[in-house]
C-alpha cells in the first residue's frame, strides 16, 4: 500500500498562497485517484478537491473553485494543492487522501473512509 506525506503547510497572511506536496511512496502513485480534505478546528473533516488517476479530470468544492489547483505529476509520486488568495476560513490541518476509485474520494462524508490517508499538515491564514 502507498504512504502518504504532506509537506508546505504554514503561516500566510490573507490574500498570499501555498503550495502544499503529498510524497507518495510503496505501491504505485498512478494506481490511486488523490484528494485533498481539510479539518478547521471544532469542524468536520471536509472534501476541498480530487484528481483522478491520470490528472486529466478534477472536481472542486464550491468554496476553493477558482482558487485552488489540484496537480499530480505521477513520474515523481507527488500530489500538489496550490492555494492562491488565501482566506482566514482556509486555516485548518490539510490532508492528502488516496482510493482506487474517483467517485468514493469526491463523495466520501466527513468519516467515510478512503484506502490511505497522509498525516497531515498545518496551514494558518491570518488577516
Known amino acids: 500500500q502507498v504512504q502518504l506525506v504532506e509537506s508546505g503547510g504554514g503561516v500566510m497572511q490573507a490574500g498570499g498562497s501555498l503550495r502544499l506536496s503529498c510524497a507518495a511512496s510503496?505501491?504505485?502513485?498512478?494506481?490511486?485517484?488523490m484528494g485533498w480534505f481539510r479539518q478547521a478546528p471544532g469542524k468536520e473533516r471536509e472534501f476541498v478537491a480530487a484528481?483522478?488517476?491520470?490528472?486529466?479530470?478534477?472536481y472542486y468544492a464550491d468554496s476553493v473553485k477558482g482558487r485552488f489547483t489540484i496537480s499530480r505529476d505521477n513520474a515523481k509520486n507527488t500530489l500538489y494543492l496550490q492555494m492562491n488568495s488565501l482566506k482566514t476560513e482556509d486555516t485548518a490541518v490539510y490532508y492528502c487522501?488516496?482510493?482506487?476509485?474517483?467517485?468514493?474520494?469526491?463523495?466520501?462524508?466527513?468519516?467515510?473512509?478512503?484506502?490511505?490517508w497522509g498525516q497531515g499538515t498545518l496551514v494558518t491564514v491570518f488577516s
Open positions: 484528481i483522478t488517476k491520470s490528472g486529466g479530470s478534477t
Open positions: 510503496g505501491r504505485t502513485f498512478s494506481s490511486y485517484a
Open positions: 487522501a488516496g482510493d482506487s476509485n474517483f467517485r468514493a474520494i469526491v463523495a466520501v462524508g466527513p468519516s467515510g473512509y478512503l484506502e490511505v
